[in-house]
């Protein structure tokens, strides 16, 4: 597969003693918001860096996970859109599942989750994951509190298995202020592009910033491991939280520098007589 992982396996194998990684911030100083123009000059030599990412995994048959968990308005969608928007669907498969169907609320917790995982060649991103458990279904009554419990004591030995079968893992956790989360609640209600983004339970989980506050913090004190860390992003600043986090899953994965083939475009055929048929066709109309 190419050079190693840089991850770094954890010394102890022991997984009775959860990790503490303290208080996470809810936001942080930063540099006034960065501006589209400048968002887009940044945007280019990093998404050419994915492109360069992707041939490597393709030619190696690596295989990469990555993670995106988060409060809603956390800025998931945005920046797996902005991961993905110069690259192969093929290569990056974006996983976001509904709601489990009666059969997969019988079935073991991870079991829906375990046939996406990817294969040699691929790069899947998860919006949203087998977290769900930690989070929403916790915080929102759709598991107990023991199930949740006995999911963070079960879920680092599920993730060492995934790490040690060849999967590069990255978790990444986006973490945004009360008052960004507000602007970009209240942003949903009054625009009509987003407003398809607004569910009930975007509002529901509105009211309950400090209960997600607990579970996020207990969540990070069981499966933040060394075998599969957490990163956490500020992101409220959108832009500069999503080039931060690309730049970040590059420096954590082996890959090659894309070589530039001398590439020219042939000679196009003669027209050897072809004529433009008079058939009439529908032409739409060109308002613009």
């Known amino acids: 597969m190419g050079k190693k992982s840089k991850h770094k396996k954890h010394k102890n194998s022991e997984l009775e003693a959860p990790r503490s990684t303290g208080t996470v911030p809810s936001s942080a100083v930063t540099e006034k918001p960065?501006?589209?123009k400048e968002y887009?000059?940044?945007?280019?030599?990093?998404?050419?860096?994915?492109?360069?990412l992707q041939e490597w995994v393709k030619s190696s048959?690596?295989?990469?996970?990555?993670?995106?968990?988060?409060?809603?308005?956390?800025?998931?969608?945005?920046?797996?859109?902005?991961?993905?928007?110069?690259?192969?669907?093929?290569?990056?498969?974006?996983?976001?599942?509904?709601?489990?169907?009666?059969?997969?609320?019988?079935?073991?917790?991870?079991?829906?989750?375990?046939?996406?995982?990817?294969?040699?060649?691929?790069?899947?991103?998860?919006?949203?994951?087998?977290?769900n458990r930690a989070g929403v279904e916790r915080v929102m009554g759709y598991c107990t509190n023991e199930q949740a419990h006995?999911?963070?004591?079960?879920?680092?030995t599920v993730e060492r298995a995934i790490v040690e079968s060849g999967v590069i893992l990255l978790k990444y956790?986006?973490?945004?202020?009360?008052?960004q989360q507000m602007l970009r609640l209240q942003s949903r209600i009054d625009d009509p592009r987003k407003i398809w983004k607004l569910s009930g339970l975007d509002l529901k989980s509105y009211s309950h910033w400090y209960d997600y506050s607990r579970a996020r913090d207990e969540m990070f004190r069981y499966t933040d491991t060394g075998w599969a860390p957490w990163y956490v992003a500020v992101n409220d600043d959108k832009k500069r939280g999503r080039l931060n986090i690309i730049?970040?899953?590059?420096?954590?994965?082996?890959?090659?520098?894309?070589?530039?083939?001398?590439?020219?475009?042939?000679?196009?055929?003669?027209?050897?007589?072809?004529?433009?048929p008079q058939q009439p066709l529908h032409w739409i109309p060109t308002p613009y």
């Open 150 to 156: 006995e999911f963070l004591q079960l879920i680092p």
């Open 173 to 179: 956790w986006l973490e945004v202020s009360e008052e």
């Open 247 to 276: 730049s970040h899953i590059l420096s954590q994965i082996p890959y090659e520098p894309l070589e530039h083939p001398d590439i020219k475009l042939p000679h196009r055929q003669r027209p050897d007589g072809y004529k433009t």
């Open 40 to 52: 887009r000059r940044d945007l280019k030599p990093v998404h050419a860096e994915l492109v360069a």
């Open 61 to 131: 048959g690596a295989k990469v996970c990555i993670v995106f968990e988060g409060r809603d308005t956390a800025g998931k969608g945005g920046v797996i859109k902005a991961i993905t928007e110069r690259v192969s669907p093929r290569v990056f498969r974006v996983v976001a599942l509904p709601a489990p169907t009666e059969r997969e609320k019988s079935q073991m917790y991870i079991q829906r989750y375990v046939p996406h995982l990817p294969a040699a060649g691929e790069i899947v991103i998860f919006d949203r994951s087998w977290y």
């Open 34 to 36: 960065m501006k589209y």
